[in-house]
Structures are given as C-alpha cells and as structure tokens.
C-alpha cells in the first residue's frame, strides 16, 4: 500500500484539479485510519493482575498482623476479617489462595516489587500511599481510638495533656495511627513498634503513656487489662477508609475488584463479618 508521503509528494509534483486533490486527500485519510488500526490490533496489551492469577491459579495476599484483622489460632493458622475477605475473594475468583505475612513497614514495597499481588491488611486509603499504588473502593472504614495507662495518666486531660515531650505514644511503625499520633500530638514522644503487641505491653507496663491504634484493640486492650488500662475517649480520634491495593496502571483489575466489593457489600457478607470479629469476642476461643 503507498504510504502517506508518496501522497504528499503526487499533490506536490501534479497539479491536480480540486476534484481530483480532494480524492487523493480521503484516499489519505483512509490510509491514515486503516494503518492506525492495524497497528493498535498489533500492539497487544500486557495482561492484567487477574489474568495472571487466574493463569496461575494462585491469589497471592500481602498482609501484616492487626488484632483481629490479621493474627495467628492456636494452631498457628491465620485468621480474622482480612483473612476472611482473602479467602471468600480467592474462592470467587476460582484459584487458591497464598497468605504472605509482611512486615508493616515494608508491605508497599513488597506489593512494588511483585512479592504478591494485593495488600489486603487494614490499609487506609492516603495521598502518599495512593501515589504508589491504585486502591480499590473502601470495604471497610478504619477508625482510631486511644488506650493509655491508668497510673502513668492521672490527672492528665485528652488531648491537650498529651501534647508534651515527656509524653510518650506507642504506635505501630508505618501505620495510620502513626500519622495521627506526628498531626495530633507533634510535641509528644512517639514511640515506633513493628507489632501491636509490644506497643500494648509498653503502655501496661508504663513505659508509655499512651497508644494510638484501629479499634477494636484499643476497647479490648482494656477489656483484658482493666485494672491497668482505660480509654481516656471514647470517640474515634479519625475515621479513614480502607481499600485493596494493587500496582498502578490496571483499571481491569480494579474493576473487577471494585465490583467483587459491591456484590459482597450488597449481599451483607461484609456486615456479617465485621459484626463477628469486631463487635464481639466470640472469636477469642480460637487464640486462646
């Protein structure tokens, strides 16, 4: 087929009439369009986060260890509602699913340089975050609330006590909380951990005042340490959603996920499973 410039050269070399250049100029077009269209069909698109699980058959889920988000049975098995939403996406995408515990700190970095395909952890939707990968819509909200220590905070009024180099706050490293505790409290001492766990520990035994964390810990922090421990509020200090994310540059897999969340919101499976492992302690039996 001529290319476009030997048209470009045929109008420059004869002096056609307007009848006859107007011709040349759709048979112009034409080429145009139809070499377009050629090339688009032979630039295949790289195939999409769901096309390469399902090919494997494997749904790999980065995730970190938030009670009762994430946590170990007395088994050593995982369970909880991210685990639950893991499985119940795994089994409706028909492949089975691999758990990939991570650390907090480095999860984004891990997803970045494909350890597993999704975070699925309790992971709230920020700017800085969104910069680095695409979060699908919230299935869960994230709320953060206080638990401090009884002795060590007598006396001391929420929050303006707190904004205070001696004070010490626990928080998780890496996590919202952690942001909140910088934003509320930028005077105070904030004290990293790379678990929940110890962070909980420092504050029962006195060594921090104060720990931000995603309810329900806080609430049941003091459930099991009442003697110790106390909520100095009980409003949530901050409310963000939380979404599944994936790398960037894959709106067909946002897509499908975005919709797997619709059909579980609607169908109240979601409900159901937040009611379970956040409004009650039914699931206790199994890590105790």
């Known amino acids: 087929m001529p290319s476009p410039a030997h048209f470009i050269a045929l109008l420059k070399l004869r002096r056609l009439p307007l ?7 759709l048979l112009l077009a034409f080429c145009l369009l139809t070499q377009g269209t050629a090339l688009a069909a032979s ?16 749904l790999r889920v980065g995730f970190s260890s938030f009670v009762p988000w994430a946590m170990q049975d007395k088994n050593g ?5 991210e685990v639950d939403v893991a499985r119940r996406l795994a089994k409706d995408l028909g492949v089975e699913l691999q758990l990939v515990p991570t650390r907090w700190s480095g999860i984004i970095p891990a997803l970045l340089a494909d350890k597993f395909d999704i975070i699925i952890g309790s992971m709230s939707v920020t700017p800085e975050r969104n910069l680095k990968g695409n979060f699908t819509i919230p299935y869960d909200y994230a709320t953060i609330e206080a638990v401090a220590n009884k002795e060590k905070t007598k006396g001391m ?17 890496g996590s919202t909380p952690a942001l909140a505790a910088k934003k509320l409290f930028p005077n105070a001492t904030v004290r990293p951990f790379d678990d929940e766990a110890p962070a909980v520990q420092d504050v029962i035994a006195g060594r921090s005042h104060l720990m931000l964390s995603s309810a329900p810990l806080p609430a049941f922090s003091v459930l099991r340490n009442p003697e110790v421990l106390y909520q100095p509020t009980t409003e ?11 790398r960037k540059g894959d709106v067909d897999s946002l897509n499908v996920l975005d919709n797997w969340i619709r059909t579980a919101e609607e169908e109240g499976w979601l409900k159901d499973r937040r009611n379970y492992w956040f409004h009650s302690t039914d699931w206790e039996k199994l890590v105790r």
Request: proline residues 11%; contains cysteine.
């Open 236 to 246: 949530p200090i901050s409310r963000q959603p939380v979404g599944f994310l994936i």
């Open 43 to 58: 630039e295949k698109l790289p195939p999409s986060l769901i096309d390469k699980v399902l090919d494997r058959g494997v």
């Open 77 to 81: 098995e995982f369970i909880g509602f």
């Open 157 to 173: 009024k929420f929050p303006e006590d707190y904004n205070k180099p001696e004070v010490v706050i626990a928080v998780r490293s």
């Open 19 to 25: 009848a006859g250049a107007l011709a040349c100029l």
